[in-house]
């Protein structure tokens, strides 16, 4: 589907022959309509090198990847539904018209128990965070453990992926950001070359598992008993990694919030569950990923911010580009000065 198509879906489009009467919300990747009960996401047609919904089908596939994978997690992805075309008219589900793409229908959640909201209120306390910490051990513990052994360029890779958007940092936030980026890649280089053998250690050791991919506050939210969702379908690679990469995700997103208390809190409740960090070198590697972790926001924020023509939209983008590099600088200091 095209944004107009998306538009008109979402101001005259029916599901169960209902108008959805919704509201939209628009990601990198993808387009969530919002009605009373239900949340219906459907995936843009796309690629890039670590994702590819270019086709139909291959949308289908991974709407129907991303209904099983976060089922491990909560009871809130439902099915996946197809959208058609009649005439003039759109709609969700079943009927006669031509399938024009997929959605994967879920319940709609309330936007006030959104983690990231609480943490920006300041309404986030420490039980919370072990209950969370509890939860997330217990799932790393039953997931399925990776044997796929250690891809030191990969890894490399991945973290100097950054250096695509160096100029448009250097030219939009000046060359003090941009040394932060240059910085940060020689300093992940060598430590991976430093640590080759030990990362394979843990792979062989079992702490590398099919987990989230990406588990940060926004993604989480704060019930009774906490959910999670929208966990990364569309790249395996992304997903299975060491637990201390995934939980590190975690542990930075809320240090990002100015929230170390609660970080803390949460790795030693994590940690009494699953004790992946017992020595100096695993604390290293810690840090490592919450640096790698900040790199990725980073430059999710600065392609953001490259696609966007909203002057204002760009200038908030800005904000948190500077605050994850300004992060990332910090991590990249603290990882080389333990030893």
Same mark, same amino acid.
């Given at each position: ?32 309509? %919002? ?33 099983? %994978? ?270």
């Amino acid at each position: 589907m095209n944004k107009n198509q998306i538009n008109k879906l979402v101001k005259y489009g029916t599901y169960q022959g209902e108008l959805l009467n919704a509201n939209l919300v628009e990601t990198h990747i993808s387009w969530v309509i %919002l009605t009373k009960q239900f949340a219906f996401k459907i995936k843009k047609k796309m690629q890039y090198s670590f994702l590819n919904f270019s086709s139909l089908n291959r949308r289908k596939f991974y709407c129907e990847r991303e209904l099983l %994978l976060n089922s491990r997690f909560s009871d809130i992805y439902k099915e996946v539904l197809p959208i058609r075309r009649k005439g003039n008219n759109l709609f969700i589900g079943a009927g006669k018209g031509e399938i024009i793409d997929y959605t994967v229908k879920m319940k709609r959640l309330q936007t006030a128990k959104q983690m990231n909201y609480l943490l920006g209120k300041n309404r986030v306390n420490k039980k919370q965070i072990k209950v969370l910490a509890k939860m997330i051990a217990a799932f790393h513990l039953r997931t399925n453990i990776i044997n796929t052994p250690f891809n030191k360029a990969r890894a490399k890779n991945e973290f100097n992926d950054i250096l695509s958007v160096v100029e448009w940092i250097k030219i939009n936030l000046g060359n003090n950001y941009a040394d932060f980026i240059e910085k940060a890649v020689l300093s992940s280089n060598t430590f991976i070359d430093q640590n080759e053998q030990f990362i394979s250690k843990r792979i062989k050791e079992g702490f590398w598992r099919d987990g989230h991919g990406d588990l940060h506050s926004k993604n989480i939210f704060l019930y009774k008993d906490p959910i999670i969702f929208d966990c990364i379908e569309f790249n395996d690679v992304f997903r299975q990694i060491d637990v201390l990469n995934e939980v590190a995700f975690f542990c930075m997103d809320l240090e990002a919030f100015q929230r170390e208390d609660l970080s803390k809190q949460f790795m030693q409740t994590y940690l009494e569950l699953f004790p992946c960090m017992k020595s100096q070198n695993e604390e290293k590697i810690f840090i490592y990923y919450k640096c790698y972790r900040t790199n990725v926001r980073a430059k999710v924020n600065t392609l953001r911010a490259m696609s966007s023509t909203d002057k204002i939209e760009i200038d908030k983008f800005c904000i948190e580009i500077k605050k994850y590099l300004k992060l990332m600088d910090h991590y990249k200091n603290r990882f080389y000065s333990i030893n």
